[in-house]
């Protein structure tokens, strides 16, 4: 079956690691996006990355870095910088003839 | 600054009837809106798009509004089942600049009663 996964579903960090959040597709996907969702807040941008090799930074990059050395894998690194990490992060991807994205099922950081 | 506005407090409906959500938006002026469905603890599912030239699009029991003038998207749906029962995402894209400017909504969870 075609999608987009995510791993870990629940991870916990103690304060001063980073820790690596994984998203995974097989749609063929080249544009692929990481959002953070806090309750009472819309998902926010963190980073995007449109093709291999490329990312941008999306509306709230800091704390957090990417990786896209593969068109299927995008990464998402939050280091030790990031202050507030406690949420629940989204991994979507899009075709170029998509105008909506699909979503990964999501994974729920906690620092402890 | 571009903000959006969905009801912040939940929605109780009882079975058989039509739930109506509403987006309100300002400071945009958006090509195309999408409607998505967010399951607890799961990734928001995608099930309607409208294009700003649109007034209207239907898919099943869903049904989707948009008015440019009031600035404000409504969805349907109609007899509801307590399997519609979720938070439902709105979506606003512009006219350029990619998917990466798409804003999202805070989401309104609706609760269908059987």
């Known amino acids: 079956d075609g999608g987009i996964t995510q791993s870990p579903k629940y991870l916990f960090r103690k304060e001063g690691q980073n820790v690596t959040l994984s998203c995974e597709q097989n749609?063929?996907?080249?544009?692929m996006y990481w959002y953070r969702q806090d309750p009472g807040q819309g998902l926010r941008l963190i980073y995007y990355s449109q093709i291999v090799n490329d990312f941008q930074k999306g509306d709230i990059a800091e704390g957090y870095s990417v990786s896209r050395e593969k068109k299927e894998s995008f990464p998402l690194t939050v280091t030790s910088a990031q202050k507030n990490p406690t949420a629940f992060y989204l991994c979507?991807?899009?075709?170029?003839?998509?105008?909506?994205?699909?979503f990964g099922q999501g994974t729920r950081l906690t620092v402890v | 600054s571009q903000k959006i506005e969905q009801n912040s407090e939940a929605l109780n409906i009882q079975e058989g009837k039509t739930a109506t959500l509403t987006c309100n938006y300002t400071?945009?002026?958006?090509?195309?809106l999408q409607w998505y469905r967010q399951d607890p603890g799961r990734g928001p599912v995608f099930l309607l798009l409208i294009r700003e030239n649109e007034k209207e699009k239907r898919k099943e029991r869903l049904k989707v509004t948009f008015d440019t003038t009031l600035k404000q998207s409504l969805f349907h749906i109609t007899a509801s089942q307590p399997a519609d029962s979720a938070t439902y995402l709105c979506?606003?894209?512009?006219?350029?600049?990619?998917?990466?400017?798409?804003?999202f909504g805070t989401g309104t969870k609706l609760q269908v009663i059987p």
């Open positions: 400071n945009y002026s958006p090509a195309y």
């Open positions: 749609l063929n996907h080249d544009a």
């Open positions: 979506a606003l894209a512009p006219n350029s600049g990619g998917y990466q400017k798409v804003t």
């Open positions: 979507a991807s899009r075709g170029s003839m998509n105008t909506e994205a699909f």
